[in-house]
């Protein structure tokens, strides 16, 4: 696996360099945002209100479900983004974001204790940065996504009690699916169906789980070789860590198919080689390997979603888990939507940490 990694990122990096040859790399949104030569801002504020009803065994120190009315863990978003032209093809652009819980009032997980200021906010910081539109492509300062949580987002569920990462399906975590790196630098480059991004932790403060000279990459290329074949690979590296592998990597293989009576159906595998979890492989170093499958089926504004996922942890078989979840979303306007869900994970017999956990869920969520 290690050496189709190596094969695949290889090909990901040469194609679009020799799709730049004798050209200017570009950045499309740096041009589509900037094209304008007149000077001028702009901002505007959106934002996101999630509740779902769930009943959960979602705790893994007993097999107790629990009913609630909730968000859980703050997925509800506010925040205020925008950008000021400069001209020439440059602009000066920004987010920050924060998330709240309009079940509870706190935005964190349910599973923390409120003994402490940092567990008690009524708003948490999500993403916040400033930076700059180029036509050499986006540059980002402060707290960022890395490129392993945004690209290939194919979980329909995500935000939710029921969705893959906290059902233990696929990796989680600051250097996986979930968090943000803060006190970091990011870029991305977009250019026709490439899309490729860096970032680097150069904090120094304890506070912060990614510090400094912590590493992500990833790369994205649509269309690969045949129509509605997307590739992505990605990795992020623990600077810090010396308990072992110091990595987590993946690679996502997605088929797109367009029906004839307008439907879409989108057919997903992914790999991860996972050092990093702790939650998801509890014994020896907190590594192993995953794999993830999915189909989605969109018709008018009905999406259903079936995703299963095994682990192989290098600790032994007794500690590997596997999970599914099952889903739907399904539009009521533009802007609001319903999700139905139901998600399930088996722990190993040699786990004495991580227990089942299996949850299902109705939740509401309107954008604005």
Not at 20 to 48: D, H, L, M, P
Not at 159 to 170: E, K
Request: charged share 20%.
């Amino acid at each position: 696996m290690k050496k189709l990694y190596t094969y695949l990122l290889l090909g990901l990096v040469a194609l679009p360099i020799a799709g730049f040859t004798g050209g200017v790399i570009t950045s499309e949104k740096a041009n589509a945002a900037t094209k304008s030569a007149k000077k001028g801002s702009s901002a505007t504020f959106y934002g996101r209100l999630f509740v779902q009803y769930d009943n959960s065994d979602n705790s893994t120190s007993n097999n107790q479900s629990i009913s609630a009315l909730r968000d859980d863990e703050g997925m509800g978003r506010f925040g205020v983004k925008g950008k000021s032209m400069i001209g020439n093809g440059y602009a000066v652009n920004y987010k920050v974001e924060y998330a709240i819980d309009i079940g509870d009032g706190l935005a964190t997980g349910d599973s923390k204790n409120c003994t402490s200021d940092l567990n008690c906010r009524t708003f948490n910081l999500k993403q916040g940065w400033i930076g700059f539109l180029t036509p050499m492509g986006q540059f980002k300062f402060g707290s960022v996504e890395s490129p392993y949580k945004s690209f290939a987002k194919h979980d329909i569920l995500h935000d939710t009690i029921s969705q893959a990462r906290d059902t233990r399906m696929i990796s989680q975590g600051s250097m996986s699916h979930s968090s943000y790196w803060r006190e970091s630098l990011y870029y991305e480059l977009k250019s026709g169906n490439f899309k490729g991004a860096f970032v680097y932790g150069v904090g120094e403060n304890s506070n912060n789980k990614v510090t400094n000279n912590d590493v992500g990459y990833g790369f994205e290329y649509k269309n690969f070789i045949l129509p509605g074949f997307d590739v992505v690979y990605a990795r992020n590296t623990d600077d810090s860590d010396t308990s072992g592998q110091d990595y987590n990597a993946k690679v996502t293989l997605t088929q797109n198919f367009k029906m004839a009576s307008g439907s879409k159906i989108k057919v997903w595998y992914m790999h991860e080689d996972v050092g990093l979890d702790s939650k998801m492989f509890t014994g020896g170093n907190n590594d192993g390997e995953v794999d993830w499958y999915g189909i989605t089926y969109k018709s008018g504004p009905m999406t259903l979603q079936y995703s299963y996922a095994e682990t192989d942890a290098s600790e032994g078989p007794t500690y590997d888990r596997d999970g599914y979840n099952i889903g739907m979303q399904y539009k009521l306007s533009k802007t609001s939507r319903i999700y139905i869900g139901h998600s399930s994970s088996d722990a190993g017999s040699g786990d004495g940490t991580n227990l089942d956990i299996e949850s299902t869920m109705i939740g509401l969520r309107h954008d604005f």
